[in-house]
């Protein structure tokens, strides 16, 4: 099987760990991983800013970069990038159809939208498999993101492979279902909300007593990472592809 890997610019900018992380995982699962070096920007920050218009160009790009045929998947690390190219993509076209521009954008974006998957939602739905041979000797803590959980529904998924990793004790969040305050410009426009948003996620996971908190997209880590530094907690943020990565023979840097 031969993949495209659309790392995102959060991670591209501030993560690139976890983009070396998710090769190393696929490529162990025996996966054929690209990553096409001309992916930009998806378009979610202009959309869900209000700068739709200004989106549909950097959509249409993903789609010329990601629509190779060649590729029978196309996997990122973000659930909010992914859950911006399968379920606003269709949006997009379709306002464009309502307002009188006609299907084109609709049929350019249509072949990357069903073969986009968030990475656990690759592994346990494509690949089939829970246990992919990591190790990680911690206690964690899992975050379920907005995105993830209500726009890919991606559910137990993550937490089933968790539980499948050797070492590790997973402990439950409280308050889990609850955004961590980041939102993208949410905690620019909002940012005591979303500080005290962000305050309330990591003293709910300092209450599990777990040594790290684990998410499936680094720009809610970014965000909840922050407040922990603010608040002086021992806890550290690891996306979940790092966690996944990490063998007895690599274990996570």
Same mark, same amino acid.
């Given at each position: ?13 501030? !993560? ?30 202009? !959309? ?15 789609? %010329?970069?990601?629509? %190779? ?16 190219? &399968?379920?606003?993509?269709? &949006? ?10 006609? %299907?084109?954008?609709?049929? @350019? ?35 379920? @993101? ?9 559910? %137990? ?45 990591? &003293? ?50």
């Amino acid at each position: 099987m031969r993949v495209a890997l659309f790392l995102t610019c959060v991670n591209d900018t501030l !993560y690139p760990e976890t983009g070396r992380a998710v090769v190393r995982l696929l490529t162990r699962l025996g996966v054929e991983v690209d990553f096409p070096a001309a992916q930009t920007c998806c378009g979610q920050a202009h !959309y869900n800013t209000g700068y739709r218009h200004q989106a549909e160009p950097l959509a249409r790009h993903f789609s %010329d970069v990601f629509g %190779d045929e060649a590729y029978d998947a196309i996997v990122t690390p973000s659930g909010s990038c992914g859950a911006m190219v &399968r379920e606003l993509y269709p &949006r997009m076209g379709e306002r464009a159809r309502a307002e009188g521009r006609g %299907d084109g954008l609709a049929r @350019t974006l249509a072949p990357v939208v069903p073969r986009t998957y968030e990475l656990t939602e690759f592994l346990v739905d494509v690949l089939g498999v829970t246990d992919v041979g990591a190790y990680y000797p911690h206690t964690v803590t899992y975050h379920p @993101t907005c995105h993830g959980l209500r726009s890919l529904g991606l559910a %137990d998924r993550p937490t089933r492979l968790l539980r499948a990793v050797e070492g590790l004790e997973l402990v439950e969040l409280p308050g889990a279902e609850e955004c961590c305050g980041f939102g993208g410009t949410f905690a620019v426009k909002n940012s005591d909300v979303s500080a005290a948003m962000g305050a309330d996620k990591v &003293r709910h996971a300092e209450s599990t007593g777990a040594d790290v908190l684990c998410a499936a997209d680094n720009s809610c880590l970014m965000h909840i990472g922050g407040t922990m530094t603010r608040l002086r907690t021992a806890l550290r943020p690891v996306h979940i592809a790092e966690i996944l990565a990490s063998t007895e023979e690599e274990p996570l840097s």
